[in-house]
C-alpha cells in the first residue's frame, strides 16, 4: 500500500471523513471549507468557503498523488467512486479518472459519473458528503432532485435498466443469478427511483412496472431473480416516497417471483409503505376503487367494495352461488385473472383505508374531495366546516363545497360518540379503520408535571419478537435489539414529518423486551428536539399512544394463558396482576362493545359486565374475563383457567371492529363458558374440577 505524502494524507482525511453534525448541510460544504483551509494554510475553521486560484495550484500536486492512490484502492472498494471524483476535479484529471472507472464500473455508473464531472469540485464535494440512503434524511431527496441534471438523468438510467432487464429476458445477454447490476449501480438506481417517486413523474408507472417485473423472475425456470438487490432497493425507496403504483407494481412482483423468501421481505416492506401514503394523500387518491363488471358468455362476474371486497357471480337477476361451470370450461385464464383482480382490490382498499387512518395527524389539508363517490368514503364519518371555527359530522362526503376533514372521537363530546357508536353498530357498517369506537388518549396531569416524558406504559413485558412485527406494521422504525445494541428507542414519524413519537424499551431475556417511557420531539431546523407533552398537538399525543397501548394489547405477556410460571419472579407477578388490571382505553372501547352486543345474544342473561371484567354465570363455576388480557378468572377464588383460544356461535354477530382480535376471544370464551357442562376438553375440564 503506498504512503501518502502529509499534504496528500490530510487531503485525504478531509475527503473520506464523515461529518457529525447534520446541520451543515446541505448549504455548506465541511469539504468546500476544508480545501480552502488546505490550500490558503489557513486553519479549517477561519477557511473561505470557496478555494480561489493560488489555493487551488496549492492542491494541484498532492490531489495528483492522491487520485493515483485512491484508483488502486477503489479497485479494491476501499474508496468509492465519488471520492476519486473530488480529488480528480483539484487535480485536473477528469479525463484519466472517467477511463479508469468505466473498466470497472456498470454503464449506469458511469453515466451518473459522467454527470458529475459536469460539476464543480464543490459541488461534487457535496454530493461525496451527502448522507446516504439507508435512513430517511430529510431534505435529501428534494435537493439531489435540484441539482444540475439529475432530474433528467434518473430517466435516462431508469431506461437503461429496464432496456437490459428486457434483453436478459430475450436471450441477449446471458443470464446469471443477481448479476444483472453491480452494487454502484443498485445504489445509482436506488437514488433515480427516488428522485422520480418524489416528484411524481408522470413517466414512471409503466417504466417501473417493466423493470420490477423484470427483476423479479428469471428467464429461466429457476427460483433465483435478476437481481433481488435491485428489487429491495426500489421498495427502499417506495418506503419512502410510496406511490399506489410502486405500490402495485411491488406487489405483482411479489407474485410472480419464484424465490420463497422474497415476499416475506416484500410483506414487511409493505407495512411501512402503506402508512407512509399518509403524507401523500394527494398520490394516495389514486388508488383505484377496484369495482369491476365484466360480461363472460351468458353470465356476468362482479368485483364489488361496498363493505368488503366481494368477487360474485350472476346469471341475469341471480346471484349465484360459485363459479358457473361454463365459465370455468370456456374461460379459465379470465376466471384466474379475475380472482387475481380481486385480491388487489382487496389490498387496495386496505392501503388506502391505512393512508386514510395514518393521516389523522397530518398537518396539511388533504384533497379528501377527491374520494366523493367512492365506497370507502361512504362507511367514514366526516366533518364540515358550517361557519367559521364550527364543524358538523356527517357519514359520507354528502355535503358539498365546505371544508371537510375526517371526524375524530377526540374532537366530539361524550354523546356524540356515543350517538355514532350506536349509529354504526345498528347499521352494521364495516368502517374501513377503527373510526367510530376508535380509543382516545387524552393528556394526564402526571403527564403534564413529568414534562417532557410519558410513563403511562412504563414497566410493561412483552414479547420482543411480537413487538417487533407491531413496530413494522404500525409504521415505528427501531434496530433489532442485542445485549450489545444501546439504542432503546423505537420512532414513528408523524404529522407530516413535523412530530416524532419515540418509545424506549429494553430486551430483557434475548425473547421479552421491557417498555420504557415514550416521548416527543419536534423538527426545527432539520433536527429533532425534545418538546414538553403540553406542546404535542392532541391528536399527535393520542394517535401514538394508541399505538403503544395495541403493542401492550397483542404483545405483552399478560395477555398469553400459556405463559404462565415462566421467566423471573418480577416478571411471573407481572403476569398474574394481569386480570386485576384496570383497562386501557382500548379496554374500555371493548366493554363499550360489549355492552351493546351482549344483549342480542342467546347468552344475555348469563352475563354481566363490570368495570373490568364480563362475568359469565356457567352450570359449574361463575367465570371473570378480563377485558383488557381476555384472561379468566374462577369464582369463588379466583383460580386462573387457561384457554388457549375458543370459538362460539358467537360467529354470525356483528362485531363493529376486530382489530386485534381480542373482542372475538372474548365472545369466543364467554359462548363456550356459559355452557360449561357441554364443554370435553380435558385440559379445560381438570381445571374446571380442580
Sequence with gaps: MSVLSPLAQRLLDLISGTASDPTYWPEVSRLSVGFAGLGSGATVATAPHALDGPARERLV????????????????????????????????????????????????????????????????????????FSEPVPGLTEWLAGLPG???????????????????????IPYRAEKAFDDSEKRVLGRAVRVALLRDESWLPELLDELVRGIAVAPTQAKTLPSQGLLFEIARAAEQFPTPEAISALRTARRITRHGGVPMQLDRKFKRMEPALAERLEVAFRIPDGRVRQELGEHTAVISIDGGVELSWWHGDKKLKSVPAAVRREHPDEVKRLRELAKLAQQQQATLGRALEAGYTGGTDAPYRRLEGHPIAERLIWEFEVSPGVWRAELGLNVPDLPVRLWHPARASVEEVRGWRELVQGKELRQPFKQAFREIYLLTPAEEAAGEWSSRFEGHVLHYRRLRALFKDRGW??????????????????????????????LNDGEHAEIGRARFQRMIGGAWHDAPLT?????????????????????????????????????????????????????????DALS????????????????????????????KIHLGSANIL?????????????????????????????????????????????????SITRQLRG
Design 596 to 623: 351493546r352486543l351482549i344483549g342480542r345474544t342467546a347468552i344475555a342473561d348469563r352475563c354481566t359486565l363490570t368495570d373490568r371484567h364480563l362475568v359469565v354465570r356457567g352450570d359449574l363455576r361463575t367465570y
Design 150 to 172: 439529475y432530474l433528467g438523468f434518473t430517466r435516462t438510467v431508469l431506461e437503461m435498466a429496464r432496456d437490459r432487464v428486457a434483453a436478459i429476458h430475450a436471450g441477449e
Design 477 to 506: 422504525q427501531s434496530k433489532f435489539q442485542g445485549h450489545w445494541e444501546d439504542d432503546s428507542d423505537a420512532h414513528r414519524v408523524m404529522a407530516s414529518g413535523e412530530w416524532r413519537a419515540s418509545l424506549e424499551h429494553y
Design 535 to 591: 406542546e404535542v398537538p392532541p391528536l399527535v399525543f393520542s394517535e401514538a399512544m394508541r399505538d403503544i397501548d395495541l403493542f401492550v394489547a397483542v404483545a405483552s405477556i399478560a395477555t398469553d394463558p400459556e405463559w404462565i410460571g415462566q421467566g423471573s419472579e418480577r416478571m411471573r407477578d407481572y403476569w398474574q396482576a394481569g386480570p386485576f388490571a384496570p383497562l386501557p382505553p382500548s379496554g374500555e372501547v371493548r366493554r
Design 634 to 682: 374462577m369464582e369463588p377464588n379466583d383460580a386462573y383457567l387457561c384457554i388457549v383460544s375458543a370459538r362460539g356461535p358467537h360467529a354470525g354477530l356483528f362485531l363493529p371492529f376486530e382489530e386485534d382480535g381480542r373482542l372475538a376471544l372474548i365472545l369466543s370464551k364467554a359462548f363456550l363458558l356459559a355452557n360449561d357442562t357441554t364443554i370435553t376438553d380435558p
Design 61 to 132: 500536486e498532492p490531489a495528483r498523488e492522491l487520485v493515483g492512490f485512491l484508483l488502486e484502492e477503489t479497485r479494491r472498494h476501499v474508496y468509492g467512486r465519488s471520492t476519486v471524483l473530488v480529488a480528480a476535479g483539484l487535480a485536473g484529471m477528469d479525463a484519466d479518472v472517467r477511463a479508469v472507472l468505466a473498466e470497472d464500473c456498470g454503464p449506469i455508473a458511469i453515466a451518473e459519473t459522467d454527470l458529475l464531472l459536469d460539476w464543480d469540485v464543490e459541488l461534487r464535494a457535496l454530493f461525496r458528503e451527502a448522507p446516504g
